[in-house]
């Protein structure tokens, strides 16, 4: 199997549990030390963060058994930060 940017995404929401929530800083924070050490591959936080918006917005990812759910960020300071919740598995 072929490891791509956009299955390393897959993966990395998978490997999360239901419920947690995850926001943007942690795709460009998390995902490029979780694909080069899972995977051994080398991409930029920007690379996921383009990928894992061209999923989420191509409706990719609930073909895929994946459900999000588009959360705010609680503190004041980071009212305008996306963060989802993982509904499903």
């Known amino acids: 199997m072929k490891v791509t940017v956009d299955n390393i995404i897959e993966h990395w929401i998978k490997s999360k549990p239901i419920d947690s929530v995850f926001y943007s800083y942690d795709i460009e924070s998390d995902l490029p030390i979780y694909g080069r050490l899972r995977y051994q591959r080398v991409h ?18 609930n073909t895929r ?25």
């Open 44 to 61: 930029t936080a920007s690379t996921y963060s383009r990928v894992f918006r061209a999923l989420r917005e191509g409706n990719t990812l």
């Open 65 to 89: 058994g994946i459900t999000l759910e588009e959360v705010g960020h609680s503190g004041l300071s980071n009212r305008k930060v996306k963060g989802w919740k993982v509904i499903v598995n």
